[in-house]
Structure formats: C-alpha cells, structure tokens
C-alpha cells in the first residue's frame, strides 16, 4: 500500500497534503526542511516503509523506517510542528498557521486503522514523499 505525500516547503515550517489511492487522505504538518539535522529538520524527500509502532505516550501510531541518518522519526499527534514535533511527522485534518493544524488525533486515528488493516493483510506500507 502506498501514501504519497506532497510537501510545500516554508521557512518556519512544512506543509504536506497526503493521499491515499490518489485521494486526499488529510494534511501533514512538520519541520521545516534544515538539511536532514536530526531534531529540528523534516525528513528528505523520498520512500521510506511505515511500520506499527505503540508507546504510552502516543499509544498506536506509526514509524517512518529507513530514513538515512535518522531513528525514531514517527508520525503521531501534534498541532505545531514548533512545540511538538522533533523531526517527526503529524497529520491533521486542517491546517490553522504555518507548520500549524487543528484535529491531529482524529487523523493519526484514521491512518492507523488504515494502516493496520494492512500491515493484518501482511501488506508494506510505504510513504513516499515528493514535492
């Protein structure tokens, strides 16, 4: 299964529209884009392989695996790219700002179910990035 993400790249942050099936699935907010530093960049453009991942603090969410150079980036909840995310990816359901957006839990829910139905049919779950 494949989720293709367009990014617009800001200087204080990344916007990205994510489809699924040629369908827009939701938007994404992140970092902006500081040459791939660990903890204040987005990720580079490119396909990488979601894998299920669930911790306490975010519960069910997703883990973006292959990225050159960089661990643990995860696509959770977040409503400012600035305050919450660390390199990290968060889909919501609108954007309100620049790196900023409203109802990140309901997103990050729907994409897990998506998700998860695949990963049950044994399916890989790639995101490509473009922009």
Same mark, same amino acid.
């Given at each position: 299964?494949?989720? +293709?993400?367009?990014?617009?790249?800001?200087?204080?942050?990344?916007?990205?529209?994510?489809?699924?099936?040629?369908?827009?699935?939701?938007? +994404?907010?992140?970092?902006?884009?500081?040459?791939?530093?660990?903890?204040?960049?987005?990720? @580079?453009?490119?396909?990488?392989?979601?894998? @299920?991942?669930?911790?306490?603090?975010?519960?069910?969410?997703?883990?973006?695996?292959?990225?050159?150079?960089?661990?643990?980036?995860?696509?959770?909840?977040?409503?400012?790219?600035?305050?919450?995310?660390?390199?990290?990816?968060?889909?919501?359901?609108?954007?309100?700002? +620049?790196?900023?957006?409203?109802?990140?839990?309901?997103?990050?829910?729907?994409? +897990?179910?998506?998700?998860?139905?695949?990963?049950?049919?044994?399916?890989?779950?790639?995101?490509?990035?473009?922009?």
């Amino acid at each position: 299964m494949d989720l +293709v993400l367009h990014r617009t790249y800001l200087e204080e942050g990344t916007h990205g529209v994510l489809f699924y099936k040629n369908r827009f699935f939701c938007f +994404v907010i992140e970092l902006p884009f500081l040459d791939n530093k660990r903890f204040i960049s987005c990720i @580079p453009e490119g396909t990488y392989t979601l894998k @299920p991942r669930y911790s306490k603090k975010f519960q069910n969410h997703l883990l973006v695996s292959g990225v050159k150079d960089r661990n643990l980036i995860l696509l959770h909840t977040a409503n400012d790219a600035q305050k919450e995310l660390k390199g990290c990816l968060a889909p919501v359901g609108y954007l309100s700002g +620049v790196a900023k957006g409203l109802y990140s839990k309901p997103q990050l829910e729907k994409l +897990v179910a998506l998700c998860y139905q695949a990963f049950e049919r044994k399916e890989n779950v790639q995101l490509i990035i473009k922009s």
